[in-house]
T-cell receptor, first 111, second 115 residues
């Protein structure tokens, strides 16, 4: 089964800056989801984007999807210390009724 | 709304011992998932239930792992006998919808260390 690959593996920025993480995948998808995981709150769903959508917003989050390049990006604007976490993209396969998670990007926001 | 509950939170066992994890999903969620997350990696699906039927267990090591979901609510995941490489966090999740289109809600996980 395919797996999303996040890039970079680790990212460290100053508070207030924007953070961009990328996810690439191999085969056609129905949808792509982003999740966040930190020690305090476990794994939490952030946003779902369907294959016929190109961009979605949720608060300070912006997700784009380019199905021709088989890639997605997650942008966090005006980062805060609380955004420190690992971020995972999760994809499905056409016909497969399950999510496959990538390895994640570890984001550190420095005060 | 209560979240997904898991117990225990931590477990340390010796190799070749057995261990069981318990999960109580969000009320009304028909779909329940067990994931294994090894340190530094993303979660890997072990088994997916729709009510009390198995939808996908293709990545479950069936020679040592077993899972059941009695009455379509709570679920238990068992490892017998455990190996060193089973050291990981075991995550339970549930969703209203089945498949890959629904939002999955995760429990806090059970951290297993096999010595």
């Amino acid at each position: 089964s395919q797996q999303g690959e996040e890039d970079p593996q680790a990212l460290s920025i100053q508070e207030g800056e924007n953070a961009t993480m990328n996810c690439s995948y191999k085969t056609s998808i129905n949808n792509l989801q982003w999740y966040r995981q930190n020690s305090g709150r476990g794994l939490v769903h952030l946003i779902l984007i369907r294959s016929n959508e190109r961009e979605k917003h949720s608060g300070r989050l912006r997700v784009t999807l380019d199905t021709s390049k088989k890639s997605s990006s997650l942008l966090i604007t005006a980062s805060r210390a609380a955004d420190t976490a690992s971020y995972f993209c999760a994809t499905d396969d056409w016909g497969a009724q399950k999510l496959v998670f990538g390895q994640g990007t570890r984001l550190t926001i420095n005060p | 709304e209560a979240g997904v509950a898991q117990s225990p939170r931590y477990k340390i066992i010796e190799k070749r011992q057995s261990v069981a994890f318990w999960c109580n999903p969000i009320s009304g969620h028909a779909t329940l998932y067990w994931y294994q997350q090894i340190l530094g990696q993303g979660p890997k699906l072990l088994i997916q239930f729709q009510n009390n039927g198995v939808v996908d267990d293709s990545q479950l090591p069936k020679d040592r792992f077993s899972a059941e979901r009695l009455k379509g609510v709570d679920s238990t995941l068992k490892i017998q006998p455990a190996k060193l490489e089973d050291s990981a966090v075991y995550l339970c999740a549930s969703s209203l919808e089945g498949g890959s289109a629904g939002t999955q809600y995760f429990g806090p996980g059970t951290r297993l260390l096999v010595l």
